[in-house]
């Protein structure tokens, strides 16, 4: 059974920095793209950016660049999402998904996590 299990999100000051983690199982890390998403309240989901399979190739959008950085434990079967820098507008809630393509186009995701909120206050 395939399952993206979100973790690590919580309140933090404007600036700070957070880790999210995406424990995956039932399926093999290294053949699936693991995408972040993002969804505010009343807003459309965005997609973060994501880590390719195989080869660990990583693409964000572009509020995320220079912010946030995507990364891969195989051994833990984990993807990471680490923020820096966070502002009020990243207060979100954040998914991961899996997909076997290289692409942010959500409908091409074929299984998600239940999402784990990050808030940017102060």
């Known amino acids: 059974q395939v399952q993206l299990v979100e973790s690590g999100g919580g309140l933090v000051q404007p600036g700070g920095s957070l880790r999210l983690s995406c424990a995956t199982s039932?399926?093999?890390?290294?053949?699936?793209?693991i995408g972040w998403f993002r969804q505010a309240p009343g807003k459309e989901r965005e997609g973060v950016g994501y880590?390719?399979?195989?080869?660990?190739?990583?693409y964000y959008s572009d509020f995320a660049k220079d912010r946030f950085t995507i990364s891969r434990d195989n051994s833990k079967n984990t993807v990471y999402l680490q923020m820096s820098g966070l502002k009020p507008e990243d207060t979100a809630v954040y998914y991961c998904?899996?997909?076997?393509?290289?692409?942010?186009?959500?409908?091409?995701?074929?299984?998600w996590g239940q999402g784990t909120q990050v808030t940017v206050s102060s």
């Open positions: 880590i390719s399979k195989i080869k660990g190739w990583t």
């Open positions: 998904a899996a997909t076997n393509m290289a692409t942010m186009s959500a409908d091409e995701y074929d299984y």
């Open positions: 039932g399926f093999t890390l290294d053949y699936y793209a």
